[in-house]
């Protein structure tokens, strides 16, 4: 049949009829389910041998506030210290000095290479090693007055921490395209001022996620160092129960703390993001 | 006696087994605009490359402003010179890429002042002063705060060549500056191009653009195979070249 100018005939008219909704029963089964169950957990944990009463009154006490200060002191140290390390080794792993780059490999290989808790005490214990130290003919000084549980922790967690940021800041720099290096390069840049002034800034938000991620680890990571004497959360929520035998409670104080600490840094990392994303987005101007 | 600004001489340069540029000798004089032309591989970004010191080079020399290139005789050997030397010899040159290279995380005008500032250390306003000049120059002065994302091809790569030309250099290289571009986009870097060869600046522009090399450029050289096959003047190489390699490259592409 030839087409002529009117349409053909046989299709019935749709313009005015709605799409339905789906049911979905699955999902408000499985829903169900699982608010379900969270009923029986909570339920079972209200009527078991915790004394709510204690949580509450432990949640500010004293002890427990200098904890968790301890613990964001500690955690920002030692994540600053891991990120300049982390730089520092992320350059010249990507140097060409042969001799750079072995030992910013080998640096990364011993420190990701033993458990964080092993280091912490090995820290904490030098003066078996070293009793004394210093520099020779200037300073001396003994390694147990040195050595207190805070530096212990610091060196600890940080140079752990240096060791697996070197790598995420690597990633970030290979990420950068290599013409960005050239342009440096062409207006005069020697390698150190194209990574500080072009490289580096462009890592950053590639970086920013995982360091975000690396950070919340450090945040919980800190609590190792109670087994080195340093007054942090959990440290001190053990003080108390050792004293009071209230392990259950003062464990779910700990617990409410830290999990209230990542619930606020999560926003944190996104208004950082926003910060290094400069220039990535298509804004109408 | 005047001496070129660019003397190249027995260059060679090899990427393992392939030879990427075979003995190759070659003059630019000051206020010429040579354009370089040949097939994809023929050597010609590699040469131009060697001249900003982006690719070392394996034997041969090259000299800039009567000023040997990234190394230095000494007691019969050549020694290579310090990263800062080398990025003092490459403020004489101002390169464009194919791929614009723009730095992302900076605006046009930023993208200008970076060398001035950071690496000549002059002072922000005078430098300032002189990125708006620029961008007058390439047709961009509302564009200063824009970040590259946020400009077309074609104005990305005229910021290029102002963040070029802000470091004031004797020689301007470009790497195929319109093979990026969509069509529509070629003419206002070519115009831009045009224009800084009328103010007498001395360009090794590598190009497929035919048309503009007829044009503008005083020397055509055409290379094939790592080696410089013919070159002479834009009317005589394109319109009559004497070379068959030359004529079966032409009427390939034309």
């Given amino acids: 049949m030839k087409p002529g100018p009117a349409l053909a005939e046989g299709f019935p008219d749709l313009s005015g009829m709605r799409i339905a909704r789906e049911p979905h029963w699955f999902r408000w089964l499985s829903a169900a389910l699982i608010v379900l169950v969270l009923a029986a957990i909570v339920r079972a944990f209200a009527g078991g041998q915790i004394e709510w009463s204690y949580v509450s009154r432990f949640l500010t006490a004293k002890v427990i506030l200098e904890g968790i200060v301890n613990t964001m002191v500690m955690a920002v140290l030692a994540m600053a210290l891991g990120i300049v390390l982390g730089i520092v080794v992320a350059i010249m792993r990507l140097s060409p000095n042969p001799v750079l780059k072995t030992v910013a490999a080998g640096y990364t290989w011993l420190f990701r290479g033993t458990p964080l808790i092993l280091q912490l005490l090995l820290w904490f214990n030098l003066a078996l090693v070293f009793p004394t130290i210093g520099i020779p003919g200037l300073w001396t000084a003994r390694a147990v007055d040195v050595m207190t549980p805070f530096l212990a922790a610091l060196l600890g967690l940080g140079i752990n921490q240096g060791a697996y940021t070197s790598e995420v800041m690597r990633a970030g720099m290979l990420s950068v395209d290599i013409g960005q290096y050239e342009a440096a390069q062409t207006i005069g840049m020697g390698r150190l001022r194209a990574l500080r002034r072009i490289i580096l800034p462009q890592a950053m938000r590639v970086v920013i996620p995982p360091l975000g991620n690396e950070f919340i680890s450090m945040v919980k990571a800190t609590s190792l160092a109670s087994v080195i004497q340093y007054p942090e959360l959990l440290h001190n929520a053990e003080n108390i129960y050792y004293a009071n035998s209230r392990v259950i409670e003062l464990l779910i104080v700990a617990g409410l703390w830290y999990l209230l600490v990542v619930s606020i840094l999560t926003p944190l990392q996104m208004l950082l993001e926003r910060r290094f994303a400069r220039g990535t987005l298509r804004l109408a101007r | 006696m005047t001496k070129p600004l660019v003397a190249i001489r027995s260059v060679s340069k090899n990427f393992g087994e392939f030879q990427a540029l075979k003995n190759v000798s070659l003059d630019v004089w000051a206020g010429e605009v040579m354009c370089l032309i040949g097939a994809s591989g023929s050597g010609k970004t590699t040469l131009l490359r060697c001249v ?12 800039l402003d009567d000023e040997l290139l990234g190394v230095r005789e000494h007691g019969g050997r050549l020694h290579r010179l310090s990263e800062r030397e080398i990025g003092r010899q490459r403020l004489k040159t101002g390169m464009v890429f194919q791929r614009f290279n723009l730095f992302p995380h900076k605006t046009a005008l930023e993208n200008i002042t970076e060398g001035p500032t950071q690496v000549q250390g002059r002072k922000p306003d005078e430098v300032r002063a002189e990125a708006l000049e620029l961008l007058r120059r390439v047709g961009l002065s509302a564009k200063a705060d824009w970040y590259p994302a946020q400009l077309s091809g074609g104005q990305q790569q005229r910021v290029a060549i102002a963040r070029a030309l802000a470091m004031k250099p004797m020689l301007m290289l470009f790497d195929e500056p319109t093979s990026a571009l969509d069509p529509e986009l070629v003419g206002e870097v070519l115009a831009v191009m045009r224009e800084l060869a009328r103010s007498g600046m001395t360009m090794m522009v590598v190009t497929h653009e035919l048309g503009f090399a007829r044009e503008v450029a005083d020397r055509v050289v055409y290379m094939d195979q790592g080696a410089i096959v013919e ?19 032409l009427s390939a592409v034309i």
């Fill in chain 2, 52 to 63: 900003n010191q982006l690719t070392a080079i394996d034997a041969g020399g090259i000299w």
């Fill in chain 2, 231 to 249: 070159q002479g003047r834009a009317q005589d190489v394109l319109g009559a070249p004497r070379e068959e390699r030359t004529r079966a490259f």
